[in-house]
């Protein structure tokens, strides 16, 4: 059969309409034989299958967009072994409340602390690092209160405030309510300080100026059958003392209007040095 040239054209449509899924009309009304021609409409079936991750554009970020990482930075830390300072003795005082840490606050991020943040974050589902983190934190500040000044200082090595005028000239036992604590000074000038424990609410300890009037080495109160070792007498039955008591619970305890000492290798020295005659001042 001969193809005329229009015919080739009129192929060569029909190829490019299957590609494209367009409606191909005829160059003329009719096919040149008098008969009318309808418009040929061709509809290329549409893709039924997602796009492949090879398909340009299928999902990909935009040109120069960094991918999302695929994990969280790690929280930053606030403390880890070896630190100290005030944040540390606020960490501990809060490990105390939850039953984590027995010990301290002593300001010192040691072995023990560490061992007590672990269990606290294995306990809550968080990495067991044994550091303090920014998580870790927030989430034992939750379950705590703020400590108070006594909890931070719960087993002594609070700073000493500064001394009473009466205590600069002399040979002086000054201690203060205040800091909880007692300066020995001679002269003004300070040779030792110690944490000390006063009087419970029943029992204060007396405030004033005194003396010291009697030493026992090894005394033992005929009021309360309990020792009071390196014990200096200021005011009736109140004496400077060591106390096991206040070694062991620290200030969760109190005396009976004694000044205790938990130091004891501490008070063995303030106990060779200080005479009888001495001044003891006791003050806010």
């Known amino acids: 059969m001969r193809t005329t040239g229009m015919g080739r054209g009129f192929a060569a449509l029909l ?13 003329g009304e009719d096919g040149g034989d008098g008969k009318r021609r309808l418009p040929v409409r061709i509809e290329v079936p549409k893709r039924s299958t ?5 398909d340009p554009g299928a999902g990909a970020a935009p040109p120069g967009t960094a991918p999302p990482s695929s994990s969280a930075a790690p929280a930053a830390v606030l403390w880890s072994r070896g630190d100290s ?10 490990l105390r409340q939850v039953a ?6 002593t300001g010192s991020y040691d072995d023990l602390t560490e061992r007590a943040v672990k269990g606290f974050q294995g306990k809550r589902g968080l990495p067991r690092t044994g550091k303090t983190d920014t998580v870790t934190w927030k989430r034992l500040k939750a379950m705590t209160h703020e400590p108070g000044k006594w909890e931070l200082y719960l087993m002594g090595g609070q700073p000493a405030d500064a001394p009473d005028p009466r205590c600069l000239t002399g040979r002086v036992l000054c201690i203060s309510k205040t800091s909880r604590t007692l300066r020995w000074m001679i002269d003004g000038r300070t040779v030792m300080t110690v944490s000390v424990r006063f009087g419970s609410v029943g029992t204060p300890t007396r405030e004033g100026v005194f003396s010291v009037y009697w030493k026992s080495r090894h005394h033992v109160s005929t009021l309360y059958d309990s020792p009071m070792p390196y014990a200096m007498f200021f005011s009736g039955g109140q004496a400077v003392h060591y106390s096991a008591d206040f070694a062991a619970r620290g200030y969760a305890g109190g005396s009976h209007g004694c000044v205790n000492v938990r130091d004891e290798a501490a008070i063995a020295d303030l106990f060779a040095q200080v005479r009888n ?3 003891v001042v006791v003050h806010w």
Request: some cysteine; proline content about 8%; glycine content about 16%.
């Open 15 to 27: 190829v490019l309409a299957l590609a494209c899924g367009c409606t191909v009309q005829g160059t």
């Open 277 to 279: 005659g001495d001044k």
């Open 85 to 94: 300072g005030r944040g540390v003795r606020e960490l501990q005082a809060r």
């Open 50 to 54: 997602p796009p492949t991750q090879e």
């Open 100 to 105: 984590w840490l027995y010990d301290g606050p």
